[in-house]
């Protein structure tokens, strides 16, 4: 298993995410977190993944480590770690349900990803696309060039010599996918 | 781009760790992450902060939202995601969790307290009937009425999912059906104050003062550090208040009479209500719980509480700071004309302002925004007290929306 698909790999990928230009500098705003239930339900919203037990033991299991009130301060590495499994399990889902979807145009995301090839088979255009995908999932916008370039980026990195299966593109995607979710543009209110 | 630069709490205390350090200096330098600028991004960010979820770029919400706010509509587009699952499965339901458990936590399990929140946003109804009115938003699926010992009715129906709100949540009425096992009369029956959450949390054992003072704490916003007096009359504070703790009556002079003399002159309104055995009572018209004057040795000469009468002693010319504002009877016979009293104040409409803008803003209201809730609150009232358009008009307002 390659070092990206970590949970540090994760955090770093996130971290890197977190911190990309996107728009004019302003210094005379207040941040806020999502709290603990507008996580979850925005991540439901943004995957259309409806919680099954498994997500809502989860869920239930580091609530109380996601934003309480949304005060920036509640930000803390257990507050990450907790949501990045959040995040994951959400993904992971649906990853799961677009591979089950033979029509493209109909999913949720990965409409230019063929699920019977191999990570390797996903060529810069597909990652481009995925990460754009994403990106509109969870920010509501397009990426920047940089921003795309960096998803693309983990996406490549996350790609190892030791599964070369088409059951490792879904592993693959949800490391992209777990990584925007909980980027700071997603979890800011 | 603005010049101006507040320090914001995230800048001026949360800078902690190296970790948080690089947050600040992502925030600083990418303040659009929650600063609007387009129309487009206006209303991204105002759905975002009604719903707690984002709207996909593909919900034709979004557009519709967009074009009202290039129109210059910001509150009507600003109503759009008010009638979002969300809204209410999460804004209002956390919104009130906060009003209603005895620490504030917004973990609360669903219950008739936060029904009835999510009901009168849904229905638009005057937000002060939640004080005085004699109703529930129950199950429409569900025929049979929740007893006072019910706790599985709320949070099965919760549990069905976050569409289940809007789509089948229902006024009834009385707010205690004949099988509840509380046949309280209409006098003593008041929205959110005799709901079962609100008892067990507020009236569970004690005397009953804890909801006198979480009614001022969460609808007046007004803990009772914040309103005690000592120059106020104690005719009405009871039995079980020491006149002398500790054999000193400058200690009750100074300190216990300053909240027991306004607290317990009003504790009346409260005084056939318990909490007991999981179960919301009334006593009777002609019964009061002996916790209402439990002690009756230690001050034997203090009042006895024998009927629901109440006087706000706050509200005496001698007294009123002007704060509350009151407006109509201050004093009265059981708990709706207590309810009305407190919903009729010009407080209230202020503290439900604060409150919409600490759920949909993420901040408390300070001094300098004074002027802004009051406007706010103003609106509120001229809007017939519909809670939607208190928190469409809050998500619209500059210092919400960092514009």
């Given at each position: 298993m390659g070092k990206a698909r970590t949970g540090l790999g994760i955090a770093l990928a996130l971290a890197s995410l977190a911190w990309i230009p996107s728009g004019v500098a302003r210094a005379d705003v207040t941040i806020s977190l999502k709290t603990f239930d507008q996580l979850y339900n925005s991540?439901?919203?943004?995957?259309?993944?409806?919680p099954d037990t498994a997500i809502k033991t989860y869920f239930d299991n580091v609530k109380l480590r996601l934003p309480k009130t949304g005060d920036v301060e509640e930000m803390s590495a257990p507050m990450l770690t907790g949501l990045t499994g959040l995040s994951g399990l959400f993904c992971e889902r649906m990853i799961a349900n677009d591979a089950r979807i033979s029509t493209p145009a109909n999913r949720r995301a990965h409409r230019q990803v063929d699920f019977t090839k191999t990570p390797a088979d996903m060529t810069e255009a597909i990652r481009q696309s995925v990460a754009t995908e994403y990106a509109r999932l969870f920010w509501q916008r397009d990426p920047t060039a940089a921003e795309q370039n960096l998803i693309v980026d983990l996406i490549g990195n996350a790609i190892t010599t030791d599964d070369t299966t088409a059951a490792a593109t879904p592993k693959i995607l949800k490391i992209a996918c777990t990584a925007t979710a909980t980027s700071l543009l997603a979890i800011v209110n | 781009m603005r010049a101006c630069v507040r320090t914001t709490r995230f800048t001026s205390s949360a800078i902690r760790s190296g970790f948080m350090t690089a947050l600040t200096v992502v925030a600083v330098a990418h303040a659009s992450l929650v600063a609007a600028e387009t129309?487009?991004?206006?209303?991204?960010?105002?759905?975002?902060?009604?719903?707690?979820?984002?709207?996909?770029?593909?919900?034709?919400?979004?557009?519709?939202?967009?074009?009202?706010?290039?129109?210059?509509?910001?509150?009507?587009?600003?109503?759009?995601?008010?009638?979002?699952?969300?809204?209410?499965?999460?804004?209002?339901?956390?919104?009130?969790?906060?009003?209603?458990?005895?620490?504030?936590?917004?973990?609360?399990?669903?219950?008739?307290?936060?029904?009835?929140?999510?009901?009168?946003?849904m229905t638009d109804m005057d937000a002060r009937e939640l004080l005085s009115g004699n109703f529930s938003f129950e199950d429409r699926n569900n025929s049979t009425r929740p007893a006072t010992s019910d706790t599985t009715y709320y949070t099965n129906f919760a549990s069905v999912g976050p569409t289940v709100f809007k789509s089948r949540l229902v006024r009834k009425?009385?707010?205690?059906?004949?099988?509840?096992?509380?046949?309280?009369?209409?006098?003593?029956?008041?929205?959110?104050?005799?709901?079962?959450?609100?008892?067990?949390?507020?009236?569970?054992?004690?005397?009953?003062?804890?909801?006198?003072?979480?009614?001022?704490?969460i609808f007046l916003c007004a803990p009772i550090e914040s309103w005690k007096s000592t120059d106020i009359n104690e005719m009405r504070i009871r039995r079980d208040v020491d006149r002398a703790p500790g054999g000193n009556p400058v200690t009750f002079q100074t300190l216990c009479r300053g909240c027991h003399a306004p607290m317990d002159g009003m504790g009346g309104a409260f005084a056939r209500y318990d909490f007991v055995g999981g179960r919301l009572t009334w006593s009777g018209p002609n019964r009061i719980p002996g916790k209402m004057n439990n002690n009756p040795d230690t001050f034997p000469d203090g009042y006895i509480t024998i009927d629901e009468s109440w006087i706000n002693l706050l509200a005496?010319?001698?007294?009123?700071?002007?704060?509350?504002?009151?407006?109509?009877?201050?004093?009265?016979?059981?708990?709706k004309s207590f309810g009305q009293m407190i919903a009729n104040s010009q407080e209230f409409k202020r503290?439900?302002?604060?409150?919409?803008?600490?759920e949909v803003c993420k901040r408390d209201t300070g001094a300098n925004d004074t002027a802004t809730v009051q406007e706010i609150a103003d609106r509120f009232e001229t809007s017939g007290y519909k809670l939607r358009n208190l928190f469409a008009d809050v998500a619209v307002n500059s210092g919400c929306l960092n514009q």
């Amino acid at each position: 298993m390659g070092k990206a698909r970590t949970g540090l790999g994760i955090a770093l990928a996130l971290a890197s995410l977190a911190w990309i230009p996107s728009g004019v500098a302003r210094a005379d705003v207040t941040i806020s977190l999502k709290t603990f239930d507008q996580l979850y339900n925005s991540l439901a919203v943004a995957t259309r993944v409806t919680p099954d037990t498994a997500i809502k033991t989860y869920f239930d299991n580091v609530k109380l480590r996601l934003p309480k009130t949304g005060d920036v301060e509640e930000m803390s590495a257990p507050m990450l770690t907790g949501l990045t499994g959040l995040s994951g399990l959400f993904c992971e889902r649906m990853i799961a349900n677009d591979a089950r979807i033979s029509t493209p145009a109909n999913r949720r995301a990965h409409r230019q990803v063929d699920f019977t090839k191999t990570p390797a088979d996903m060529t810069e255009a597909i990652r481009q696309s995925v990460a754009t995908e994403y990106a509109r999932l969870f920010w509501q916008r397009d990426p920047t060039a940089a921003e795309q370039n960096l998803i693309v980026d983990l996406i490549g990195n996350a790609i190892t010599t030791d599964d070369t299966t088409a059951a490792a593109t879904p592993k693959i995607l949800k490391i992209a996918c777990t990584a925007t979710a909980t980027s700071l543009l997603a979890i800011v209110n | 781009m603005r010049a101006c630069v507040r320090t914001t709490r995230f800048t001026s205390s949360a800078i902690r760790s190296g970790f948080m350090t690089a947050l600040t200096v992502v925030a600083v330098a990418h303040a659009s992450l929650v600063a609007a600028e387009t129309p487009r991004e206006t209303a991204q960010l105002i759905f975002k902060r009604l719903t707690g979820t984002a709207i996909h770029l593909d919900d034709p919400r979004l557009a519709q939202m967009e074009q009202l706010i290039t129109s210059g509509k910001k509150l009507e587009a600003a109503l759009v995601p008010t009638q979002d699952d969300y809204f209410y499965a999460s804004t209002l339901t956390r919104f009130a969790s906060v009003m209603v458990e005895r620490d504030e936590s917004p973990y609360g399990t669903f219950s008739d307290f936060q029904a009835m929140i999510l009901g009168a946003a849904m229905t638009d109804m005057d937000a002060r009937e939640l004080l005085s009115g004699n109703f529930s938003f129950e199950d429409r699926n569900n025929s049979t009425r929740p007893a006072t010992s019910d706790t599985t009715y709320y949070t099965n129906f919760a549990s069905v999912g976050p569409t289940v709100f809007k789509s089948r949540l229902v006024r009834k009425t009385p707010q205690w059906g004949p099988n509840s096992g509380l046949a309280a009369d209409d006098a003593n029956i008041a929205g959110l104050l005799t709901t079962r959450a609100w008892a067990q949390s507020h009236m569970e054992a004690g005397t009953n003062r804890r909801a006198l003072e979480h009614t001022f704490k969460i609808f007046l916003c007004a803990p009772i550090e914040s309103w005690k007096s000592t120059d106020i009359n104690e005719m009405r504070i009871r039995r079980d208040v020491d006149r002398a703790p500790g054999g000193n009556p400058v200690t009750f002079q100074t300190l216990c009479r300053g909240c027991h003399a306004p607290m317990d002159g009003m504790g009346g309104a409260f005084a056939r209500y318990d909490f007991v055995g999981g179960r919301l009572t009334w006593s009777g018209p002609n019964r009061i719980p002996g916790k209402m004057n439990n002690n009756p040795d230690t001050f034997p000469d203090g009042y006895i509480t024998i009927d629901e009468s109440w006087i706000n002693l706050l509200a005496d010319p001698a007294h009123d700071t002007g704060r509350f504002g009151w407006r109509g009877d201050t004093s009265g016979m059981g708990l709706k004309s207590f309810g009305q009293m407190i919903a009729n104040s010009q407080e209230f409409k202020r503290c439900m302002t604060k409150r919409v803008y600490r759920e949909v803003c993420k901040r408390d209201t300070g001094a300098n925004d004074t002027a802004t809730v009051q406007e706010i609150a103003d609106r509120f009232e001229t809007s017939g007290y519909k809670l939607r358009n208190l928190f469409a008009d809050v998500a619209v307002n500059s210092g919400c929306l960092n514009q």
